[in-house]
């Protein structure tokens, strides 16, 4: 069965910390691996990644893709209270006709002052 | 603005009484789909559409309809709203299938059937 595992469920760290939250996946035909942040509503987009060992950055944030390992990992450095939410990460495949994405469950952070 | 609009944002029903959401976007894309997220059970596609009278079922279609009369609207049918469909709805669409690019989200409904 397909699926998408996010670690850790939850986790809790204080300003200025460095985190890091995972994703893995079993899928077949994979195409893509997205990462979304999830604050109080709407999930908003943060990367995408489609090829190994390629890191996409944009200010404190930072992902990779190990296709090898079927993992991505999302770096978020020098944390503040604004990243406080839900990470998402989903994975996108052909199955059949269909083209879908697989969602993982989340990591639910929070950063204290 | 780029966006997504869902509408109503939060819905009290009674079983049984047919509802529908609305979804609306201005971005000229082809693929739009919906989505419920529930506590443990994180985003689940209901149904999509990759263009204009092209629909498909995700993996939770049962209890919906939809239809893609037009490219920007994507409407969510409940002909028959039951208490396990209570929860929280997202409308989102993007240029590519949903996995070649960025995805844009509504900003949710949350339904509740009592």
């Known amino acids: 069965e397909d699926k998408v595992v996010q670690s850790p469920l939850s986790l809790v760290v204080h300003e200025g910390d460095t985190v890091t939250l995972n994703c893995s996946y079993e899928?077949?035909?994979?195409?893509?691996l997205l990462w979304y942040k999830q604050e109080k509503k709407a999930p908003t987009f943060l990367f995408m990644l489609?090829?190994s060992g390629i890191e996409k950055k944009s200010g404190r944030l930072s992902s990779i893709l190990d296709k090898k390992e079927l993992s991505s990992i999302l770096n978020i450095t020098a944390t503040q209270t604004g990243d406080s939410a839900i990470y998402l990460c989903?994975?996108?495949?052909?199955?059949?006709?269909?083209?879908?994405?697989?969602w993982g469950l989340g990591t639910s952070l929070a950063v204290n002052p | 603005e780029a966006q997504v609009t869902q509408n109503p944002r939060y819905l009290i029903t009674v079983t049984g009484k047919k509802l529908t959401v609305t979804c609306s976007q201005n971005?000229?894309?082809?693929?739009m789909s919906w989505y419920r997220q529930d506590p443990g059970l994180g985003l689940r596609q209901i149904y999509y559409?990759?263009?204009?009278?092209?629909?498909d079922k995700g993996d939770v279609p049962e209890g919906y309809k939809v239809s893609r009369k037009e490219k920007r609207n994507f409407p969510l049918i409940l002909e028959s709203p039951s208490p396990n469909q209570t929860s929280l709805y997202f409308c989102?669409?993007?240029?590519?299938?949903?996995?070649?690019?960025?995805?844009?989200f509504g900003q949710g409904t949350r339904l509740t059937v009592v």
């Open positions: 989102a669409s993007s240029s590519g299938t949903g996995f070649s690019g960025e995805a844009f």
């Open positions: 971005m000229n894309h082809e693929y």
């Open positions: 559409s990759m263009n204009v009278e092209v629909t």
């Open positions: 899928v077949t035909n994979f195409r893509s």
């Open positions: 489609t090829s």
């Open positions: 989903a994975v996108g495949h052909n199955a059949g006709n269909n083209r879908k994405l697989i």
